[in-house]
């Protein structure tokens, strides 16, 4: 579940620290411990405690999904796919059954990957380009223009919604608030991406960029038991508010499946072009 924007608000907290706990940037990894092997897609599991321990948090950033942790010789990267999330405890805390992987800092605390269903992923890499260079751009980089997102746009005939949840397409984006910028956007969720005009397609990319910046601005999105935190929920436009007038025009908020995905949008304010 969580996409950008909750990938960011973590990236930021683990920076300048909480009031629950300190930044862990500049810290040393005394220990790490692997509960769950899957969890590690590399190196073997048996390698991994020996080359991480003793090397230091030097930056931490993201590329789309990813948290990428740049460390003193390597790179650690961790997608939190559908369940994951990083905390930071006290040492001697008790361990969640859905830890799968601790990180022991000399700072006292520790850093946990836990994953309730078990489908995010670590690496440990000396290139973090092995595992990011497939990604397509940020949404958020300014560098990429209007004139660049159109031609990118329309060099597909895809359907708006699978082709912005395509993470080789756009670094980043997820069902919720791929909903809510095609909404914003007046654009329907199976219109062809290369039907798009230039007009459309900026106005796709400034909706894109707002809702992101709203959801980071409000730390995300907690619409379960996995991600905690933020209140963007409660902002929601379309997503999961099936039957539910639209704050544009009033009529109700209808629900497809698309690419196995609940779609939420409005058949008045997003008409589907012939």
Same mark, same amino acid.
């Given at each position: $579940? ?15 620290? /909480? &009031?629950?706990?300190?930044? @862990?940037?500049? /810290? ?10 899957? %969890? ?24 789309? =999904? ?8 390597? #790179? ?5 796919? $559908? ?6 405890? +006290?040492?001697?805390?008790? @361990? %969640?059954?859905?830890?799968? $992987? ?10 946990? #990957?836990?994953?309730?269903? &078990? !489908? ?10 092995? *595992?990011? +260079? ?12 209007? @004139? ?6 329309? %060099? ?13 397409? !756009?670094?980043? $984006? ?44 409000? +730390?995300?999105?907690? *619409? ?7 209140? #963007?929920?409660?902002? #929601? ?6 039957? &539910? ?19 939420? !949008?409005? +058949?008045?304010?997003?008409?589907? =072009?012939?």
């Amino acid at each position: $579940m969580p996409e950008l924007p909750e990938v960011e608000t973590i990236r930021l907290n683990l920076i300048y620290g /909480t &009031k629950d706990y300190p930044s @862990i940037l500049g /810290t040393i990894i005394l220990r790490a411990v692997i509960l769950w092997d899957r %969890s590690l897609a590399t190196p073997a599991v048996d390698k991994f405690p020996s080359r991480v321990e003793g090397q230091a948090l030097q930056s931490i950033g993201r590329r789309g =999904k990813y948290l990428v942790l740049k460390l003193t010789r390597d #790179f650690l990267l961790i997608h939190l796919r $559908m369940s994951g999330d990083i905390l930071i405890e +006290s040492e001697d805390e008790s @361990i %969640s059954v859905h830890h799968r $992987m601790i990180l022991y800092l000399d700072n006292g605390y520790r850093l946990a #990957f836990n994953d309730p269903r &078990k !489908f995010g992923r670590v690496w440990l890499v000396a290139d973090a380009g092995e *595992i990011l +260079s497939a990604l397509g751009p940020e949404p958020l980089d300014e560098s990429l223009t209007s @004139i660049e997102f159109h031609r990118r746009i329309t %060099s597909h005939h895809r359907q708006l919604k699978p082709l912005l949840l395509d993470q080789s397409f !756009f670094a980043g $984006m997820g069902n919720i608030y791929t909903d809510e910028a095609l909404h914003l956007a007046l654009l329907h969720p199976l219109l062809k991406s290369d039907q798009l005009t230039l007009e459309e397609s900026d106005r796709l990319l400034q909706s894109i960029r707002q809702v992101l910046n709203e959801g980071i601005k409000r +730390s995300g999105a907690s *619409i379960d038991w996995v991600y905690r935190g933020g209140d #963007f929920q409660n902002y #929601f436009r379309v997503y999961q508010r099936t039957g &539910k007038p639209c704050y544009r025009c009033g009529n109700p908020i209808v629900r497809i499946v698309s690419v196995q995905r609940g779609t939420h !949008f409005c +058949s008045h304010c997003q008409p589907l =072009k012939e």
